[in-house]
């Protein structure tokens, strides 16, 4: 457990302060590089919740996939700087008054209440290999599943429609 | 599960199966139609939503769950399910001639539309977060592409990313509220949900939170007030004939899941979120209607009014907790829904009718009021209807909107709210000045509109004009109607 | 349980070490007489004109956004494959479906030429 706790508050203390390199870093690419390694990081923790299938997911398609749209995309803007000050000053202020609102409320939601938690079944060794996954994905959550590749298809036919293609080729 | 279970469980959900194969099998045989003749899709598409309509009309009285609890069949699905069927009716005849004169039109329109209202029909019938949320995803993506059809057009793609922008941070706030209920009771499940926290054992404090942000992801959805920013623009800046159809069908599917996830899983929780939902409530009903007054442009008018009209129907949701109002919540929330269908077709049908694209002569692109003068003399027929349209919504009898404003506010005290519904009331007070104020420039100034010729706008004007006026009179059944589709667990 | 990640996290580290040495090592030894001319941009040994990055074609990110909704397409593989034998005929049913849907995407965008390159 020990080494657990140790690479845990490693891991945390990287991930957070590659989500805060994205967050405040003016330069595009240098966020994308520091959602990489934020991405990296979630997956190795992951890991160590007993969840490979999600550390796999996590780094195929997020740090995989999806950080080559966003590199993709900030190419495409060719802004790569951010300009400095923001549009609407008061925006920020607002947005750090109502984010720590949102904490109080939360911290105190949680603090009227005697902290219980629910009984639930300890889970067994493995639960979150690919096989277990799959057991419960194609019997229990088989609708969800299916449903799943038609969002995927309306995604498709949404980015062949916003990017403007009119109509079908007439040459095979 | 074995392949037999899986056939007898696609059964179950039949008008769902058939709508989704229809909507794949369309998509690809819009390929092969000719560009010049896109009627033929926009016609398979509504053939595929009335067999859809027959086979979920046929089926109604069953009871039941499927899919291993994902989905729950019962007579609110049903009735849900109508409503979103006819308004992708009502969608298609509103857009077909519009999208050919914007010059917009495409296939993909309808394919999009039809796959939106599977989205909303596992929306009403979802008994599980996991589901909901699948389904919130597939209602609301096509939306998000619909609002952006008319690419380049800068006002469509500012409305589909402001729209996508949003509904994606709702989303979020969906899943963290998901994520915190299973944390709070170990299931996703709505039945579990309700039997963990009566057999105790639950943390009161996550779910709290949980419920609380799950009203958010789907506050934004149906537009209440604090969660309202993005719908004048979006509606504005969509194609009218996509407002239409997002102005009702997705705030219907967003009620659609307020309703089932609230009544039947957090009634415990009512204490803590009765202030809440009237807070949202009379904000949104003030807030909607007060900004309302100052819009000439129509459509940010119509938008500010569907803000407004989520505030109503919010204010059923209130009393949800209370075992014996319960079911008159779910019964006249359901009510409204189907007269702000009715109603707001009508509505954006006349609306859609006098819109035209600027510089074909006039100076004017038909949305603002001024454009209205006259039309009372021109066009007796759609004056009436857009007369009757304004009427529903303010709730002047004879109209569906009256019968339907009525049921609500009877829930609302019934409950114990006498506050809220004088709100309500005062509100729609309010709300008359400037929906009369439409009716005053069509018939009390000079003016001459253009309007389009296109049977179908002119049908659906009509037709669900006559429907909000003939209804209203036998609206004792069609509430009994709704009164059967209480929310149990099955 | 974490114990058999081991060899990948031992390969990272030597990975990352390897790398960083060489570099340390080219930076050491390696002889640097930067001139001006040297140290701008290269470019086919004309004079650099304009920023660095250009904006590009629409068509990069649409098919990006294809190589998104097949890569998560094929992560919905990986758990079926693992128990496919269990499932049997009832698992090769349901990944047919789901293939099927995902096809008709597949027709669909390459009948609207989105995998053609102009």
Redesign the interface.
Known sequence: MIP?MI?FILLAIVAVTSALGMLLSRSAVYSALNLVLNFGTVAVLY??L?AP?IA??QI??YA???M??FL??I????V?QLRKGSALPWQQTLAIISGLLLLAL?AY?????P??????SPTQ?GFG???A???I?????????????????????????????????TKT | ?SLND?LV?LNLIMPITIL?AWA?VL?LVD?FIP?ERKGITALLAALGLLVALALVISRAGVATS???G??MIDGFATFMSVIFLFSGLAGIAVAYDYLIRSGIE?G?YY??LL?SI?GMM?MAAAADL??VF??L??LS??L??LA??A??RPDSEEA?LKYFLLGAFASGFFLYGTALVY????STALTEIVS?TTSG??????L??GAGLILVGLGFKVAVVPFHMWTPDVYQGAPSSVTAFMAVGAKAAGFAALLRIFVLAFPPLAMDLTPVLWALAAFTMIIGNVIAIAQRNIKRMLAYSSIAHAGYIMMALVPYGQGNVAADTVASALFYLLAYMLTSFAAWAVVIALEHNMGEGRDTDGLSLEDYSGLGQKQPALAAAMTVAMLSFIGIPPTLGFVGKFYLLRTVIEGGFPGLALIGLLTSLVSAYYYLRVVVYMYMRDGEPVVRREPWLYFTALATAVGVVVLSIFSEPLFNWASQAVLKLI | ??LE?LPIAVLLILALLLAGIVIALGHMFGPRHPTERKSMPYESGMRPIG?G????P?????V??????F??????F???A??YK??GV??LV?ML???A??G??YV??W????L?WE
């Open positions: 657990d690479l890991l160590l007993g299938f796999l997911a195929t398609v995989g996939a999806i080559v749209l993709f995309v190419m495409l803007l060719g790569e939360t939601v949680i603090f009227i209440r902290m219980t938690l629910p009984q639930v060794l290999t690919p096989g996954i799959g057991e994905l194609f019997n229990k959550y088989l609708l969800p599943f299916e449903v799943t590749s038609v969002l995927l298809l309306v995604a498709m036919i949404g980015a062949i429609v916003l990017t403007g293609k009119r109509e079908p080729k | 599960m899986l469980n989704t794949c998509l390929l560009k499927a899919f291993n994902m989905i495409r993909e394919v999009l796959f599977v596992l996991i589901m699948l389904a995803e597939l993506i096509p998000y592409v952006g059809i690419v380049p589909a944390g709070a009771t170990g963990a054992g639950v943390n009161l404090s996550f709290v939170i | 349980m974490l990640y920023p990055t250009r904006r590009m629409v068509h990069f990110y649409l990006a956004v294809l190589f998104i909704l890569d998560i397409e094929v992560m919905f990986l758990p079926w693992v128990i269990k499932l009832f698992g349901e479906i789901f293939i849907i995902l008709v995407g669909y965008v009948k609207m030429g989105a053609e």
